[in-house]
């Protein structure tokens, strides 16, 4: 009988390792292996440990079997070598609150397509995405300061990137090698000094350098000067309204004046300048109406938005999938809130509604969105009714005991000083005696 337990005990043992493999790559944060579907999953919070030629990760040795890679939200950092040679992998799914992606952490990972940089990376190592064979598209957000010596050095399909303004150094070789390239967006004023080994095994007589409109005279600088140049507009008019919509790359802001509706937005710019991710700021004037379709969708760097008061109705998916959005002030005029307005505003915290009383709305506004655990403040004595509303009693609900105003800043939301009144469901500021709307204009 000791026998056969002992022989159980052994075979229990050889059956776990063969289902799942597992331990710690950070103070806290833990790495799963599941061979029955070939995924590694990290989980956890905080920073990851970094690794090296001498000191693989500790998943290295399946690295000839893991196909899918899940990094769940919660972890700052990706690691020096994390995913090194992870050649099977087709998809790096870098998840929100990353601020920095180690030296050579994604290098050879060969089956990789594209690549979505989150909102809130800052760095990006040295041969960080090197040899990534199959890449095809980086999206890089505003926001990224650095871009590492060979970060991308041998992509051999890479077709085309955008470079944000907020990009101060470009180390060697970055693009070194990317021989299909044939388009770059380059979003800043003045652009980066580097050294002409940055796009070398580039042909920069059939790549095109697009940059902003404004811009074009100071990029008569070594290596930029190779490219044949094309500019896009920083400013224009909504054809057939009166508003008008302007860039300023540098701050990340994009302002819009004027009165009216914006219209359904169908059709959107080349990827290569997708100026969606390069928008951290949002300024819309106080005599907008209504916002079209799609307007602002996917604008991945948008972490505040404030709706002026005087907007009636937002149309079907006018904000979905702006992924960093934490927080939203919705006003009292709003009486219309289409299906999937917020569909995939993953990191919303904090909604602010107005309204006296609660839209009605389907689930769909908010699909993507954990609203069991975002917070919607709502006006005083209004509480019981957004209770008993579909989809708004789902969040946690808190009346505004002294109301609150926010106001936008470029990166986070600030609150104001000033002393604060809503009466009829309407926000004002009380300054110097005098009563003000929202809009900053004075009310009698």
């Not at 600088?221 to 009166?242: A, L, V």
Request: charge should be negative; charged fraction near 20%.
């Amino acid at each position: 009988m000791r026998k056969l337990f002992t022989l159980f005990l052994a075979l229990a043992a050889s059956v776990g390792t063969l289902f799942a493999e597992s331990g710690t790559c950070g103070p806290d944060l833990t790495w799963f292996y599941n061979p029955s579907d070939s995924s590694l999953t990290i989980t956890g919070t905080g920073p990851m440990t970094n690794y090296s030629q001498d000191n693989y990760a500790p998943w290295y040795e399946y690295n000839d079997k893991i196909k899918s890679l899940n990094l769940e939200s919660g972890m700052t950092t990706i690691g020096d070598y994390a995913f090194f040679m992870l050649g099977l992998v087709k998809e790096a799914n870098i998840p929100e609150g990353v601020t920095s992606i180690g030296d050579y952490s994604f290098e050879g990972c060969a089956a990789s397509k594209w690549l979505y940089i989150p909102y809130g990376v800052k760095t990006i190592g040295q041969s960080a995405f090197a040899f990534c064979g199959s890449l095809k598209e980086v999206y890089m957000p505003y926001g990224v300061t650095s871009i590492g010596g060979g970060a991308f050095g041998f992509c051999t399909e890479l077709y085309d990137v955008a470079i944000p303004a907020t990009v101060t150094t470009i180390g060697d070789q970055a693009f070194y090698y990317c021989s299909k390239l044939s388009a770059i967006a380059n979003f800043a004023t003045n652009p980066q000094s580097i050294n002409a080994n940055v796009f070398d095994g580039v042909d920069k007589t059939k790549c095109s350098l697009y940059v902003p409109d404004y811009a074009i005279a100071n990029y008569n600088k070594p290596t930029w000067i190779e490219f044949s140049k094309e500019t896009f507009e920083s400013s224009d008019d909504y054809e057939g309204t009166s508003l008008h919509y302007s860039y300023d790359f540098e701050t990340g802001t994009m302002t819009i004046t004027g009165t009216g509706m914006l219209p359904d937005r169908t059709i959107y710019p080349p990827l290569v300048y997708r100026v969606e991710d390069q928008i951290n700021k949002l300024v819309l004037p106080s005599g907008l109406t209504g916002i079209g379709e799609y307007n602002f969708a996917y604008f991945s760097a948008l972490t505040f938005l404030k709706i002026p008061d005087g907007v009636a109705i937002l149309k079907e998916s006018a904000f979905e999938g702006c992924y960093a959005l934490e927080t939203v002030e919705i006003p009292s005029s709003t009486a219309i809130i289409e299906d999937y307005v917020f569909y995939y505003c993953y990191s919303l915290k904090t909604v602010y509604n107005l309204a006296t009383v609660p839209q009605s709305i389907n689930a769909t506004v908010f699909d993507g969105v954990d609203i069991s655990k975002c917070t919607l403040y709502v006006p005083q004595g209004c509480k019981a009714a957004y209770e008993a509303a579909p989809v708004w009693k789902d969040f946690i609900i808190k009346e505004m005991a002294k109301p609150e105003a926010i106001d936008q800043t470029i990166n986070h939301k600030q609150q104001t000083t000033n002393n604060k009144l809503i009466k009829d469901g309407q926000l004002f500021i009380l300054r110097d005696g005098k009563t003000y709307s929202i809009t900053g204009q004075e009310v009698k």
